[in-house]
């Protein structure tokens, strides 16, 4: 039910073309995942997710698990049918959200106590729990609960901290129930810390799992620490697992995560700037709100074969955006989860013809926002 198949490697980069073979589908990687928070992504509907090329997408389970609760998702016939999406979903621990509540939670060897955002209610997580909610959810790929240190901390911290972490996993692992339908993931931390990535990789590749995500990245450390940290930690993953690098969306991050070995990412970052007015292209990002596309009738991005594109203007956009319209948010997002498919597409093509390391010079030529990092 669940198998990474390799089918090939640059010989220039870490870089690397295969499939993830799921329940519900197979999966082309590398490949980025929309976010649909609350078992949607924001201004779309799933037969448009599915238009757009979106091959799985990521859920999560503290939002959930609080609203509307697990076990009603369950009474519905899992995830994939409450919300009507019959491709792979994987679905997060919770771990990097109860974290970032800080002074709302408490952090034992048991779990964490914490308050809810919404109505202010306490709950208490653990490893056992998020794995529950996780099969109750039934995505096709879950997280291990894990424990996200914040950006920066010291050593000592962090070391105590990805130990919690590991001794999490094994407990997750033991916890799973639903082994042949859902693939549960470790999750490496160890900050920014060479040696803890090390230590963390080392002692998650003991316990086994199917994949392996990267975590405790993209939490506000400089890209050239994270492009750094993956370069220590991907080469000691299996190359038969599928590798997750967790909450990176950026077009410069996904090239450069490519070509240190990742298969699979994740960001709110393409919807959440798409309802602020902030598009993405493969030459830079646009502010749609810029007086001087008030008479632009041109397409956000020439060339680009998207709904949004093939069928509106710079100055339409702009107009509705002006005016406070929901076709605002509908078409910006529709371009934006439409470019990054588009460059993962790309991605793959050009690690099939050998060219990884060519299409990567161009894009950084091409590009106004982003330099690469040397």
Known sequence: MFEYKLIKKDSKSMARRGTLTTPH????????????????????????????????????TYHLYLRPGHKLIEKAGGLHKFMNWDRPILTDSGGFQVFSLKDNRKITEEGVMFQSHIDGSRHFLSPEKAVEIQNSLGADIIMAFDE??????????????????????????????????????????????????????????ELDFPGYSIGGLSVGEPKNIMYDMLEVTTPLLPENKPRYLMGVGSMDALVEGVMRGVDMFDCVLPTRTARM???????????????????????????????????????????????????ASRLATWHNIHAL?????????????ERFMDFRKEFFEANDDYSAYK
């Open 25 to 60: 589908g197979e999966i082309e990687t590398p490949v980025f995942m929309p976010v649909g928070t609350q078992a949607t992504v924001k201004a779309m509907t799933p037969e448009e997710l599915k238009e757009l090329g979106s091959q799985i997408i990521l859920s999560n």
């Open 148 to 205: 996200c240190a914040p950006w920066p901390s010291e050593h000592d911290y962090v070391k105590k901290s990805l130990e919690r972490t590991t001794r999490w996993a094994a407990r997750c692992k033991e916890a799973h129930q639903n082994t042949d339908k859902q693939a549960l993931f470790g999750i490496v931390q160890g900050g920014g810390y060479e040696d803890l990535r090390i230590q963390s990789a080392k002692e998650l590749v």
């Open 277 to 327: 007015g902030t598009l993405i292209t493969m030459k830079g990002k646009m502010n749609i709100m810029n007086a001087k596309y008030a008479e632009d009738l041109s397409p956000i991005e020439e060339g680009c074969t998207c709904y949004t594109c093939r069928n509106y203007s710079r100055a339409y956009l702009r107009h509705l955006f002006k005016a406070k319209e929901i076709l």
């Open 341 to 353: 498919h588009e460059l993962m597409k790309r991605i793959r093509l050009a690690i099939e013809e």
